[in-house]
């Protein structure tokens, strides 16, 4: 494996499905980035994607070894890439932090607390550089956002309300809907909500949630309160039966501020301050908006960093056990809790 202070670095994906697509699109634009190899369950679809992509090398799962070991098992990837269902996460960062592989994984990072303790316990063992894709973090617009926020431009704030949703059709055999895969609104919707709230009011003394689950066992919408000691309150509603504006609206005590939708890639602000003007700031992108999570990832591991301050390990096990508390509320439990 290259060193970290080496500018090049070996790029690896695992799994072809839609948000590789979307991620893999930003990786081809990233300086420095190089495009070495993909996995997936089939070898027509790792074949395919390689060369959509122009990745060197594709890898599909054998009778005695899946695509995803043989991957890790390149000497030219420093880096991978998991696009996989929630529940298969675990299994293979495991497998990627064993075999010396920086991880960048996407949200969320596992689907329980156990296993996200698990994980940043052998990336620290391993001096390997480990982050999950909560790629709303790292945007232009969440960035300036939370700077407004903190220098004091609303004032203190006292509350917050996060909505996101959308009727979505259905389909037992889609992971959206697979208890197996991880599937319903809370670890693929709410995540966006409570990290607005959490990178604005902090992690919560309380937290009390209510919701509704289908005939499979999976959330189909929930309405999450986090409490904070000093009467702040965050209400968070995530659904997929029905479609919301996907907003975030801050309110403190000097004034307010309010996101583009949608929340999780905002590409407008609106905000008034003490003085009552309400003004208005675009964020224009060109490309999908993961590249700026792919550059902290890549700074991180050039400047030989095992966790990005942007979205440091001792946050995302505590955002996955506030998942856990409120499935326990919810009555949702997943196969991996076993």
């Given at each position: 494996?290259?060193?970290p ?8 994906v695992?799994?072809t499905?839609?948000i590789?697509?979307?991620v893999?699109r930003d990786l ?5 980035a ?6 997936s369950r089939?070898a027509a679809?790792?074949?395919?994607f390689?060369?959509q992509?122009?990745?060197?090398a594709?890898?599909h799962d ?7 070991a043989q991957?890790?098992a390149?000497?030219?990837?420093d ?7 929630h ?20 949200k969320?990072?596992t ?13 620290g063992?391993?001096?390997?550089f ?9 945007l232009?617009a969440t960035?300036r956002?939370?700077d407004l926020?903190r220098?004091?431009g ?8 996060a909505?996101?949703g959308f009727?979505?059709?259905y389909?037992p ?7 197996a ?5 809370l670890?693929d919707l709410t995540?966006y909500?409570?990290t607005?709230a959490v990178s604005t009011?902090g ?9 509704r ?8 919408q929930?309405t999450?309160t986090l409490h904070?000691p000093d009467?702040?309150a965050?209400?968070?509603?995530s659904?997929?039966q029905?479609?919301s ?7 403190g005590t ?5 996101t ?8 407008s602000l ?9 003004r ?13 999570e792919?550059r902290e ?6 400047a030989?960093?095992q ?7 001792d ?6 056990q506030?998942l856990d508390?409120?499935r326990?509320?919810l ?7 076993s």
């Amino acid at each position: 494996m290259r060193k970290p202070d080496e500018h090049p670095l070996g790029w690896g994906v695992v799994a072809t499905g839609r948000i590789a697509h979307r991620v893999t699109r930003d990786l081809a634009l990233l300086e420095g980035a190089v495009l070495q190899a993909v996995s997936s369950r089939s070898a027509a679809a790792a074949k395919d994607f390689a060369g959509q992509y122009g990745f060197a090398a594709s890898y599909h799962d054998q009778p005695a070894e899946n695509g995803y070991a043989q991957l890790f098992a390149d000497p030219l990837v420093d880096v991978v890439y998991i696009a996989t269902p929630h529940a298969q996460h675990f299994e293979v960062a495991k497998a990627a932090l064993e075999a010396g592989k920086h991880v960048l994984c996407e949200k969320p990072l596992t689907v329980n607390a156990r296993e996200a303790r698990e994980l940043t316990s052998l990336a620290g063992a391993r001096k390997l550089f480990l982050m999950e894709a909560v790629w709303t973090r790292f945007l232009p617009a969440t960035r300036r956002a939370l700077d407004l926020i903190r220098s004091g431009g609303i004032g203190e704030v006292r509350w917050l309300q996060a909505d996101l949703g959308f009727a979505a059709a259905y389909d037992p055999q889609d992971r959206l809907w697979d208890p197996a895969a991880g599937g319903g609104a809370l670890l693929d919707l709410t995540v966006y909500p409570l990290t607005w709230a959490v990178s604005t009011l902090g992690f919560p003394a309380g937290i009390t949630a209510e919701g509704r689950l289908n005939q499979d066992g999976v959330d189909v919408q929930n309405t999450v309160t986090l409490h904070y000691p000093d009467g702040a309150a965050a209400q968070l509603v995530s659904s997929l039966q029905s479609n919301s504006p996907g907003t975030v609206t801050v309110s403190g005590t000097k004034g307010w501020l309010r996101t583009g939708s949608p929340l999780y890639n905002p590409r407008s602000l609106q905000y008034s301050g003490a003085g009552g003007v309400v003004r208005t700031e675009a964020f224009p992108e060109e490309t999908e908006g993961f590249i700026h999570e792919l550059r902290e990832a890549a700074r991180c591991i050039r400047a030989g960093l095992q966790e990005s301050p942007l979205m440091p390990w001792d946050e995302s096990v505590r955002i996955m056990q506030l998942l856990d508390d409120v499935r326990e509320q919810l009555g949702l439990r997943y196969a991996n809790d076993s």
